[in-house]
């Protein structure tokens, strides 16, 4: 059997396993167990105990939970429902502020939470029933939160540049730092199709009848100012050679967590232990995902597949733009049965050769990928995002809400197009304050 061959039959097998509906940690090492095991026989029991530590040998993991928890404090407390009211007093006056305010706060709540089903729930519980009573429809508001959500896998800090980057082996401070412009430019994107959306409809975009005080404005800010700089100064303390991405995270948390009992008087045990009962729970399903997507990586390169793979691209000549085309496909079709941790972990020790031998930038395609990873949060049948808003708002139907996201869904797919014309939008900014990377 040809190492392609195999490679085919691998995938088939491992959807077949996924498909049963075990955790995805424990079916990605069954079935690179059973390969192995097949390949070698019982040799390959002491591969596995050394490429799991191995892979879980790195510093840099510990990132993980400390941004996970960070974000858990966030979304434990009301900083979501003051955000919203922040951005709602001070856009209160501009055209179409309903819609700007929620997708404004969807994007600080993802910067601050890097969850997007946490941005969904927090923001989603205000914005729609708010939206929905000023005139607007009911699929522009959910569409618009559901796709706003997912906003908090690109906008830094992200889970999913952290994965990629260990995956990869790619600089996370550098992928941070490209998830900036092309986060904003997919916020403008959301923002300017739900105004074109509600003026062509006649919905209501602008409120004369709201008149907020300065003093209203101005009152809710030391609430949510306090979260912002602490984003601010995790950023600046990675790109400004300060601190690890491990320490920094470190210190965020800590951060989150005394802000949460100070701002919001969080302080009793009961009130903290969901903080870390959530994120340890996250964090163990990461980082055991991470564990076993190594073993599977390491029996894919045992067999000859990925190299085979890379190998096999390479002669048959394929255009590059040809080649990023069927990728992103393929990781369309992924999002739309797996969650983004799953697909990265799996496809990127076969995906970065390819990468790096059709030319393309590592940490660009890092942004690339982390958009199709948005798409996926909104496309059925496992489209989170969905679940989260149906949750929110039962009286709105999945088609309802799968309707409003559609055109979101264009905006991304219109983003990754912009991006592939002009990959500085991603690369500009890691290259201006960490230098360019030798080629």
Request: aromatic letters at 8%.
């Amino acid at each position: 059997m040809t190492p392609l061959v195999l490679g085919l039959v691998i995938a088939v097998v491992t959807l077949l396993v996924l498909a049963t509906g075990i955790p995805i940690a424990f079916g990605l090492g069954l079935v690179a167990m059973g390969f192995l095991f097949w390949a070698d026989g019982a040799r390959a029991i002491h591969a596995f105990a050394d490429t799991l530590f191995a892979g879980l040998n790195d510093f840099t993991l510990v990132s993980i939970p400390m941004f996970i928890i960070m974000g858990a404090a966030v979304a434990a407390s009301r900083a979501g429902s003051d955000l919203y009211e922040a951005m709602h007093r001070w856009l209160s006056r501009v055209p179409g502020s309903m819609v700007i305010a929620n997708l404004g706060a969807c994007a600080l709540f993802a910067a601050l939470t890097g969850s997007s089903p946490a941005t969904c729930a927090a923001i989603g519980k205000m914005g729609i029933p708010e939206m929905r009573r000023r005139g607007y429809s009911a699929d522009l508001a959910t569409g618009s939160i559901a796709a706003g959500g997912t906003l908090g896998i690109l906008i830094p800090p992200s889970i999913t540049f952290i994965l990629y980057g260990i995956a990869s082996e790619t600089s996370i401070g550098r992928l941070f730092l490209a998830g900036i412009l092309p986060g904003l430019m997919l916020t403008a994107l959301f923002m300017a199709w739900a105004l074109f959306l509600a003026w062509r409809r006649g919905e209501a975009l602008e409120d004369r009848s709201a008149r907020v005080s300065w003093a209203a404005r101005l009152e809710v800010l030391p609430r949510v100012v306090p979260f912002v700089l602490v984003i601010a100064a995790v950023l600046y303390s990675l790109y400004g050679g300060v601190a690890t991405p491990s320490e920094a995270a470190g210190v965020g948390a800590l951060a989150c967590i005394v802000l949460v009992m100070v701002v919001y008087r969080q302080w009793r045990p009961g009130q903290l232990w969901p903080i870390f009962r959530d994120g340890m729970r996250e964090s163990g399903m990461i980082v055991l995902i991470i564990a076993t997507s190594i073993l599977y990586g390491y029996m894919l390169s045992s067999l000859y597949v990925t190299q085979s793979i890379a190998q096999g691209i390479a002669e048959a000549s394929i255009n590059r733009w040809v080649l990023m085309a069927l990728i992103n496909l393929l990781l369309v079709v992924a999002g739309c049965f797996m969650p983004p941790a799953a697909i990265i972990l799996m496809t990127t020790p076969i995906i970065a050769p390819i990468i790096a031998n059709a030319g393309f930038d590592p940490v660009w395609f890092g942004v690339i990928l982390t958009i199709n990873m948005e798409l996926g949060l909104i496309t059925p049948p496992v489209g989170l995002n969905l679940f989260v808003i149906n949750g929110i708002v039962p009286d709105v139907k999945l088609p309802t809400i799968l309707k409003g996201a559609l055109p979101f869904m264009g905006c991304m797919v219109v983003a990754i197009l912009i991006l592939c014309v002009f990959p500085e939008i991603a690369t500009w900014l890691p290259d201006a304050l960490m230098g360019p990377v030798p080629r």
